[in-house]
């Protein structure tokens, strides 16, 4: 299950995997006036005026696909036997009247009182700021050493270098990556940043679990202009996906 | 960093180096012969012959040349070592194994003697990885002892036609039945799986067979379970040639051309299944 918040300028879905206490969570961002003509909201009240609700988000991206070569798309919030997303889609037809699927997805509307447990996930400081590498070499390179270990070393520095480690009984593995760049302070989330003072050349590493740091490459979909990861030691691995319409973040806890 | 302290402690530390510009000339190799877990290493100044064994039944050489590789260094005369094949074939495709155009892994491979892991750097679109892989004891290789001045029956035919013929055959059959004979059927290979026997013959004057030198009839069975892995040999080669020798022992040699035409050689014995062998005479 997924969230969605919708606001006047922007829509979020958010992902946040509690139950593992301390698992991936994801957090997409999307302004509403590059996706829609025409935009609507009524939320609670004037003051609050959003709304929260929670669908599997199988269920839009199936019904989306319908959509595909669609004259138009409407979606709107509508109280069927259950609250519902429903998704009008307008064909195409060779005579002059189209078609029109309609698709109901159930959602749950989020009260008022459990907002706050969707805020934007508190960023921590981090010590290194990186934009990554070609998404499908990380993805070649996740891939193989998955096989090999669960563990991965992740290490980067100011100086536009990042590594990919993994080792086991049986073999060490270290992927060398070099002239990364990194983002300039305002980029992103580098408010946060506190690794200005350090050495540029030190290495902070981070340790994650692999297919965990897999599940964001998910995200190459959207190619994005750019990748960034951010590094706190020993806490979190955090990227971002920037992309004109839409940003994406992951953030992946760290194994001890 | 790893890197740069392997260059400042140079070569002279290594009895072997191996490079490559395009890893998949040795990978896809490697691939042919995958299918046990170990493989024993043996380099010599002639190259590097490869060796998978199974149940003492079924060896697999793979003979990759020294002048396959761009630069081969041996400082000893021979230095051989096992590793994991699995985690081997891993690493060398670390950078995918898919070929895409225009884009190769290079490889230079180091070994730096007994009890030292085996260490490859790969290379990539200005990417570099490094892979220490442990080496084990060497176990001794079996010796088939076929030897050519044993070989009764030989031939030699395109792969395609025995691809064919292997994706047809019944394996659901135990075994494999060969007939090498100087008078009809020639060559003939037969199955008896649960829904019937199959028999898949090639006339002496097919354009498929190259050579044909059999001197007797000669029928031998062998488990079908130990012939399958040489299908990802058939798969990746162009020609193949089968042969037998007094005993029965069946040697499939097969060439296979890699991406930049260079030509190597896989090879496959496999002992003929006992039963069959008491019958004779």
Aim: net charge negative; glycine share 4%; with cysteine.
């Amino acid at each position: 299950m997924c969230t969605l918040r919708l606001t006047k300028e922007k829509l979020f879905f958010m992902l946040t995997d509690k139950v593992a206490n301390g698992g991936v969570s994801m957090w997409s961002e999307l302004l509403q006036e590059n996706f829609f003509d025409e935009f609507q909201i009524e939320g609670i009240s004037l003051e609050y005026n959003e709304i929260y609700l929670e669908l599997a988000p199988e269920n839009l991206s199936r019904a989306l696909k319908t959509a595909h070569n669609a004259k138009s798309v409407k979606i709107k919030l509508t109280k069927k036997h259950c609250p519902c997303i429903t998704i009008a889609v307008e064909l195409p037809s060779l005579s002059s009247i189209s078609r029109v699927v309609t698709h109901d997805i159930p959602v749950e509307l989020i009260s008022r009182r459990l907002w706050n447990d969707f805020r934007e996930p508190s960023v921590p400081d981090f010590d290194v700021s990186i934009y990554l590498p070609p998404l499908k070499t990380v993805k070649n390179v996740l891939d193989r050493m998955r096989n090999l270990c669960h563990v991965l070393v992740l290490e980067a520095n100011m100086n536009g270098e990042m590594n990919l480690k993994i080792d086991t009984d049986l073999v060490s593995v270290s992927t060398h990556f070099r002239d990364l760049g990194n983002p300039p302070f305002r980029e992103g989330t580098s408010r946060h940043f506190q690794g200005q003072d350090q050495d540029p050349e030190s290495l902070t590493e981070v340790k994650v679990d692999i297919r965990k740091f897999q599940q964001f490459l998910a995200g190459q979909q959207v190619n994005p202009d750019k990748a960034i990861c951010n590094i706190a030691s020993k806490r979190m691995i955090h990227i971002i996906l920037l992309h004109e319409d839409v940003s994406l973040q992951y953030f992946i806890p760290a194994i001890l | 960093m790893p890197l740069s302290s392997q260059a400042e402690a140079g070569d002279e530390q290594y009895v072997l180096i191996a490079s490559l510009d395009n890893v998949r000339n040795i990978s896809n190799i490697l691939k042919a012969i995958q299918f046990k877990d170990h493989a024993t290493f043996l380099a010599t100044s002639n190259g590097i012959k490869v060796t998978v064994e199974d149940s003492k039944c079924l060896q697999a050489n793979a003979f990759i040349q020294a002048d396959i590789f761009q630069e081969f260094i041996i400082k000893e005369d021979s230095v051989m070592f096992r590793v994991n094949m699995t985690v081997l074939l891993d690493c060398l495709s670390i950078f995918g194994s898919s070929a895409v155009p225009g884009m190769t892994t290079a490889l230079r491979m180091c070994y730096s003697g007994y009890g030292f892991p085996l260490t490859l750097f790969l290379e990539e679109g200005g990417v570099v990885t490094v892979c220490k892989i442990k080496t084990q004891e060497p176990e001794e290789t079996l010796d088939f002892d076929f030897c050519s001045t044993n070989v009764v029956n030989k031939v030699i035919l395109q792969s395609d036609s025995l691809r064919e013929a292997f994706s047809e055959l019944d394996m659901t059959s135990e075994v494999m039945q060969i007939t090498m004979s100087p008078d009809k059927p020639f060559f003939r290979l037969s199955t008896f799986g649960n829904s019937g026997s199959t028999h898949c013959d090639y006339p002496k004057d097919s354009d498929m067979m190259e050579i044909f030198q059999c001197t007797q009839t000669q029928t031998n069975r062998y488990k079908i379970s130990l012939l399958k892995p040489s299908t990802k040999a058939l798969a990746l080669s162009c020609k193949v040639s089968v042969r037998t020798d007094n005993r029965g022992f069946l040697s499939l040699q097969y060439m296979i051309r890699n991406d930049d035409g260079q030509i190597c050689f896989v090879e496959y014995y496999c002992c003929p299944d006992e039963e069959m062998a008491e019958e004779e005479p």
